[in-house]
């Protein structure tokens, strides 16, 4: 048995293991319909010394695709999590782990709706919301994390050096498995909401979980966001304020002229300036704590 095997099995035991079947099962190719025209800004980061493509993530009911890129014949390799887009694993998101490898990482993007459909096939924001995104519990999501996780230390990543990163609904998971995960030392969330109206499914929110970080995390939001306002990032700052340990660390930028999503290249909403400015304030926050090396 190896040694993904035997964390999986202790992870998940079988009495508590019901398998089921998985609607998307493979990673499409090009963007979701809600997102079109895709803009020429568009950025490809070449695979040229990377080792880059679709894996399967065996999870605690079967096994999700996700896309990974690391650098090709190395090993120990500092890991990212990077956790999805409300659109899912689209090629801005299997670009940016082409950008982190290129950085020395091992970057994993696991399909984290693979149960409940796929996104690519919704053409409206608000029908992908209520038809698959409501659908989707938090606990099966930081639960297809961790599983991730120990799919990247077997697959030569760090036993050590982790962190998670995340886009809009993702940012939203970031946080949330900031304050999961002992394992996590850093991370980073790009416009990820906040707060907002719970659901058995999403049981908290950033705001309720800020004394309960277990790493470090770096906010990046849009001064001119429509969604996540001021007076929600003004709350957040607030609760780690009152907080100790890692929660104390954590620091939220806000980029006074983007919008939401302005990382987002493949849209209207990209901010080129800001977007450089941002990554390269992640970079330099994973590898503060200890997560990733300059060169």
Not at 44 to 60: C, F, N
């Given at each position: 048995?190896?040694?993904?095997?035997?964390?999986?099995?202790?992870?998940?035991?079988?009495?508590?293991?019901?398998?089921?079947?998985?609607?998307?099962?493979?990673?499409?190719?090009?963007?979701?319909?809600?997102?079109?025209?895709?803009?020429?800004?568009?950025?490809?980061?070449?695979?040229?010394?990377?080792?880059?493509?679709?894996?399967?993530?065996?999870?605690?009911?079967?096994?999700?695709?996700?896309?990974?890129?690391?650098?090709?014949?190395?090993?120990?390799?500092?890991?990212?999590?990077?956790?999805?887009?409300?659109?899912?694993?689209?090629?801005?998101?299997?670009?940016?782990?082409?950008?982190?490898?290129?950085?020395?990482?091992?970057?994993?993007?696991?399909?984290?709706?693979?149960?409940?459909?796929?996104?690519?096939?919704?053409?409206?924001?608000?029908?992908?919301?209520?038809?698959?995104?409501?659908?989707?519990?938090?606990?099966?999501?930081?639960?297809?994390?961790?599983?991730?996780?120990?799919?990247?230390?077997?697959?030569?990543?760090?036993?050590?050096?982790?962190?998670?990163?995340?886009?809009?609904?993702?940012?939203?998971?970031?946080?949330?498995?900031?304050?999961?995960?002992?394992?996590?030392?850093?991370?980073?969330?790009?416009?990820?909401?906040?707060?907002?109206?719970?659901?058995?499914?999403?049981?908290?929110?950033?705001?309720?979980?800020?004394?309960?970080?277990?790493?470090?995390?770096?906010?990046?939001?849009?001064?001119?966001?429509?969604?996540?306002?001021?007076?929600?990032?003004?709350?957040?700052?607030?609760?780690?304020?009152k907080a100790s340990g890692p929660a104390a660390e954590s620091v939220i930028v806000v980029y006074p002229d983007s919008p939401h999503g302005f990382n987002a290249d493949y849209r209207s909403s990209y901010v080129e300036q800001d977007a450089k400015v941002a990554w390269t304030r992640m970079l330099s926050w994973f590898r503060?704590?200890?997560?990733?090396?300059?060169?």
């Amino acid at each position: 048995m190896s040694l993904l095997e035997q964390e999986m099995q202790s992870q998940f035991p079988k009495s508590e293991v019901t398998r089921r079947t998985f609607i998307l099962t493979t990673l499409g190719t090009g963007f979701a319909a809600a997102v079109q025209p895709v803009s020429a800004e568009t950025i490809h980061t070449d695979s040229i010394g990377l080792t880059a493509g679709e894996v399967k993530i065996p999870v605690a009911d079967g096994a999700i695709p996700a896309y990974r890129a690391q650098p090709t014949g190395k090993t120990d390799l500092p890991t990212i999590l990077v956790v999805q887009e409300i659109f899912g694993v689209h090629e801005h998101i299997k670009d940016l782990c082409r950008r982190l490898a290129k950085e020395g990482y091992l970057a994993v993007a696991p399909a984290l709706y693979a149960r409940e459909g796929d996104p690519a096939k919704y053409d409206s924001i608000p029908e992908l919301i209520s038809n698959l995104v409501s659908k989707v519990p938090d606990e099966q999501v930081l639960s297809d994390l961790d599983a991730t996780a120990a799919w990247a230390k077997s697959h030569h990543g760090s036993g050590t050096e982790l962190a998670v990163t995340g886009f809009c609904w993702g940012g939203r998971i970031t946080w949330l498995y900031a304050a999961h995960n002992p394992h996590v030392k850093a991370a980073a969330a790009w416009y990820g909401p906040l707060v907002g109206k719970t659901s058995p499914l999403t049981p908290r929110f950033p705001v309720d979980i800020a004394g309960e970080l277990k790493a470090p995390v770096l906010g990046q939001y849009g001064g001119k966001d429509q969604g996540i306002l001021p007076e929600h990032i003004e709350r957040m700052r607030a609760a780690l304020a009152k907080a100790s340990g890692p929660a104390a660390e954590s620091v939220i930028v806000v980029y006074p002229d983007s919008p939401h999503g302005f990382n987002a290249d493949y849209r209207s909403s990209y901010v080129e300036q800001d977007a450089k400015v941002a990554w390269t304030r992640m970079l330099s926050w994973f590898r503060r704590y200890g997560v990733g090396r300059e060169g």
